[in-house]
């Protein structure tokens, strides 16, 4: 396999967040984690659609907005038009500990890749299975040993908690005004031992020594040879960042890149530097995910109209039948009949009812089976209930299957968050077209729910 060539001119980067010296990215010339990945990529069946990379903090996640709405609407956009055929790649400093709080934390969607610890780590699919080939390409004049002897020489660091100390990276705390000279002769003290690192100097306090081959840009580009080694390289690749370390990622070539409304001036002064003239890396005006969805429109990448945003959807014009739209649809009209949002109207409930077979049936995750009927008729008691609550539903991993010339298996997670709980069912629903028309939509059957998890406190409160 040739040789990877990338240019990475961190030249003009700011001394607060740059690394020792100039990244360089070595060819990768062997994957070992063919089954990893291969677990993960099975559904796709072609080339990703579309791989999204996204940082998380600040970009994919806005701290300020405690509705978490830029990140519903990514959310709805992707469940409803992305999911089945592409790719959604978290790249993290986060070690994985941090990462896992922060999903507990936040409505966030499972991503399909996971890169973490600042580019040293690489996890595939739910069970995030590690990628044992780029732990070996890290290894590469590595001996976390050794990093950890010629610190111990500083008093001025600080080692960050356990957590944070992972098998590619050491992380301290540092002041500003003594990381400069540390990070000069730390570099020349481990370089003379044999080793090849980066240093990363960041937010005025935080100093991680990594691999000079590790990072969020080597990371992608990695795995964009891989992907391609298994003849699935995306049509196309959207990096979002909003940070000094995140400026690798948008020098990948061929990749579209977004710094969103809120980037920090570290990375904007990368970019004036370094991509002022790429058109393919825009500063989007909107914020964190919202910066994102704007980003798939601008570079005309797809849909980026978020089902959150139409206010009537049954005017949507749809070219086929799209159940996992049908799924994210249905489920917002939920969310928004709870919190009052809509008319109480009985035109809403007959047009729920029209959409669900007479004959059709729910099982609830407790295992008490109803009829449709009797699930809309109890939704008409329920109008309103969350009204002024933080009370939110998104639905996760939506994959559909056709399982007949006319009907589809739709398998997903539902979560449901009031307030500070969370609860979160398995749902499997079967939709048919059976003598409809796409402007109909689809027919729902038949759903049945299995709790993840512990169950509700109170299963009495939990509809559809």
């Not at 409505?107 to 973490?116: A, G, H, N, V």
């Not at 407790?366 to 933080?390: A, M, P």
Request: a neutral charge; proline letters at 5%; hydrophobic letters at 35%.
């Amino acid at each position: 396999m040739p040789s990877l060539k990338l240019s990475f001119n961190f030249s003009s980067f700011p001394s607060c967040c740059c690394c020792s010296y100039t990244p360089k990215i070595p060819s990768f010339t062997s994957f070992q984690s063919g089954a990893n990945i291969k677990s993960t990529m099975d559904r796709l069946t072609s080339a990703a659609r579309l791989m999204i990379v996204s940082d998380l903090d600040q970009t994919m996640v806005d701290h300020h907005d405690p509705e978490n709405l830029s990140l519903l609407r990514f959310n709805a956009l992707w469940e409803a038009n992305y999911r089945e055929n592409s790719l959604l790649v978290f790249s993290t400093g986060r070690s994985p500990t941090r990462y896992k709080e922060l999903r507990k934390e936040k409505p966030m969607l499972t991503p399909d890749i996971t890169i973490m610890s600042v580019g040293t780590e690489i996890t595939y699919g739910n069970s995030m299975l590690p990628d044992d080939g780029w732990e070996a390409f890290l290894n590469n004049k590595w001996d976390r040993k050794i990093v950890t002897e010629e610190t111990r020489k500083f008093p001025e660091l600080t080692l960050q908690s356990e957590t944070e100390q992972r098998p590619h990276k050491v992380s301290f705390y540092v002041l500003k005004d003594k990381a400069p000279a540390i990070m000069r002769t730390l570099s020349k003290r481990l370089e003379e031992r044999g080793l090849d690192v980066k240093i990363i100097y960041s937010g005025g306090m935080a100093l991680d020594i990594l691999p000079q081959g590790a990072g969020k840009g080597q990371a992608l580009a990695y795995l964009l040879k891989k992907l391609k080694s298994e003849g699935k390289l995306p049509n196309n690749t959207l990096a979002c960042g909003d940070s000094g370390n995140d400026a690798e990622i948008f020098s990948i070539p061929d990749v579209y890149g977004v710094m969103v409304a809120n980037a920090m001036e570290e990375l904007l002064q990368w970019r004036a530097a370094n991509a002022k003239d790429n058109p393919k890396v825009i500063h989007a005006t909107a914020r964190c995910a919202a910066g994102i969805i704007q980003a798939i429109g601008h570079f005309n990448l797809g849909p980026s109209t978020s089902p959150r945003d139409i206010t009537d959807m049954s005017d949507t014009k749809m070219d086929n039948f799209n159940p996992a739209y049908e799924a994210v649809k249905f489920y917002l009209f939920f969310e928004k009949w709870r919190r009052g949002e809509i008319e109480n109207s009985d035109l809403y409930l007959s047009n729920l009812k029209a959409i669900c077979r007479p004959s059709g049936t729910f099982v609830h995750p407790s295992g008490v089976e109803k009829s449709f009927e009797e699930c809309v008729d109890t939704l008409r008691k329920c109008h309103g209930d969350k009204k002024g609550k933080q009370f939110r539903i998104w639905v996760d991993q939506v994959l559909p299957t056709q399982v007949g010339s006319d009907s589809w298996l739709v398998s997903f997670k539902k979560w449901e968050l009031c307030g500070e709980e969370r609860q979160c069912c398995i749902t499997t629903v079967l939709l048919s077209s059976k003598n409809l028309t796409v402007a109909d939509g689809l027919t729902w059957t038949h759903v049945h729910q299995t709790w993840l998890g512990a169950a509700a406190s109170d299963s009495r409160t939990w509809f559809f």
